[in-house]
């Protein structure tokens, strides 16, 4: 009977018998090889990556420099300054990982089910790749900021110290906690498109303070103090108010921060457990049948018709295209209430809905991005540059029998809203004209600049990895030829020449039609060159 040699022994997993120490640095490890993989790719990305980290850098230390001001401020105001910082950043650590949901594979629970560790050792390794990083290092730069604005001595100095690491530590351990919590939802198409509607619902309501301020209905200074004071007893404002008071109220204010953070660190570990071990719930079967919409009614059978279909049903079901339409409504709503004032411009009103128009058209920038490896089966039926006309054309008539009523209702809102009912017509004429414009280029940057829309279960990805500076150039390409183009009678009309509006239309067709030609013809002869471009692995 032969004995095992010691060195064919199986050896330690890597961290094992460690402890925390050896988890810690393990993941600590893996993360940064993460991140120094990002060098060792193509020059796009390695120039990404170091944008990134200098804008991170530089983010840091403008934001520690600015908080560093308020020491100069008077107390009240210093204090609630740093009340709604820390607050943002809770609030911004909280609903940041949910957009990224689908790209960090470390956000997803699922992802993780199969490694062997336990759910604590597990957890820990988490909260240590969260806090590995340079935005991690960005917020935590910024948040000991607040010590230089609010410390008023040694006791504040002293409190400061933990009262800092507190708020940070419940940054990220209540951002691993919403993630893990909502994490089976994301993972299906109702919650990716309740989760963009809900960050576009944030986004308007956080305009709300500053369409108040532009109407005269408070003061800046005294809505500041308020919000401050609604704010005081949550963690964030308790965190600041240790570090202003530097005493006994302080010290027992740290100590509910602690508090706070256990509580919450237990209830990630629980959820994070439970996500392990809870199979994903099954869909419902999807039935098929035969229905007659109203383009059926409307087109005869052939190749427009099915492409209008088609582009309909994608705005329907693909989370990613209502993201699209819903960012251009309410970016347009957004810049529309922080421009209102008591006193609108005389052409404010045709302004914002030449605003909301551009902001639709830009959608139309990349229309076969969206359809990624599947566009060669349309690609095989193009043999000729008739075909690829008419498949733009009913991309470009499902993009208006949407738009061409919403843009009425943002001319009807922009004008009530300005108080200038007479201009809804000039408005909505100019809208129709520059939504034709911007069909029309976009037709052209579809084919000259195209990009992969990568197909994930986050919808607000941009382009494949690689493709970021293309798909920026082409946007902002786009847009400089929309107004460029436009501009015969869009100066004419914000000058106050309205009776331009009645020609729009007809321009806005013209600048169509032309653009589906050009881009037909630039298409035929470089369709596997379109084909590579959109089938980038993503």
Known sequence: MTTPSPTTAPGPAPGAGNGVLGTVGLFAELKLRLLGGNLRGDAQRKVAFVLTLVVALVLAALGFFLMSLLSLAPD????????????????????????????????????????????????????????????????????????TALASGPGGVLLGVPAVLLQFALCVVASRLVTTVLSGALRSRRGRDLLAVSVILVVLVAQVPNLMMNRGLSDPTAMLHQMAVVLRWTPPGMAAHAIADGGLAGLAEIAVLAVLVV??????????????????????????????????????????????????????????????????????????????????????????????????????????????????????????????????????????????????????????????????????LASWGMLGVGLGVGSVTSVLLPYTVPDRMNAFTGAAPGQGGQAFAGAVAAAVAMIALAAPFVVPMLLGVLWVSAAAPFYGLLIAALGRRLAARVAHRRMPELLEAVSKPT
């Not at 052409?347 to 551009?358: E, I, Y």
């Not at 359809?371 to 000729?384: E, K, T």
Request: hydrophobic share 55%.
């Open 76 to 147: 009240d105001i210093a204090f609630s300054v740093t009340v709604m910082a820390y607050a943002s950043l809770l609030v911004s650590w909280m609903v940041m990982p949910l957009l990224a949901f689908g790209l960090d594979d470390t956000l997803d629970p699922a992802k993780l089910a199969l490694f062997p560790l336990r759910t604590r050792d597990l957890a820990l390794g988490l909260f240590t790749a969260s806090v590995t990083g340079v935005w991690p290092l960005a917020t935590l730069v910024v948040t000991f900021g607040g010590i």
């Open 263 to 428: 509580l919450c660190g237990w209830l990630w570990i629980k959820a994070l457990g439970r996500a392990l071990v809870t199979p994903e719930a099954s869909g419902k079967s999807a039935s098929v049948r035969r229905e007659r919409g109203l383009v059926d009614r409307l087109l005869p059978d052939g190749p427009l018709a099915a492409v209008v279909t088609k582009e309909l049903k994608y705005i329907r079901r693909d989370p990613r295209f209502r993201v699209n339409w819903g960012s251009a409504l309410f970016l347009t709503l957004v810049l529309g209430i922080s421009m209102g004032g008591d006193q609108p411009s005389d052409g404010q009103a045709v302004f914002l809905a030449l605003l909301g128009a551009l902001m639709i058209a830009l959608m139309a920038g990349n229309v076969f991005g969206i359809d990624g490896r599947s566009l060669w089966m349309n690609a095989v039926v193009f043999g000729a540059e008739r075909d690829l006309r008419a498949d733009l054309a009913g991309r470009h008539l499902a993009n208006a029998m949407i738009a061409v009523p919403v843009l009425a209702v943002i001319a009807v809102g922009s004008a009530l809203y300005t108080d200038q009912a007479a201009r809804i017509l000039p408005a909505l």
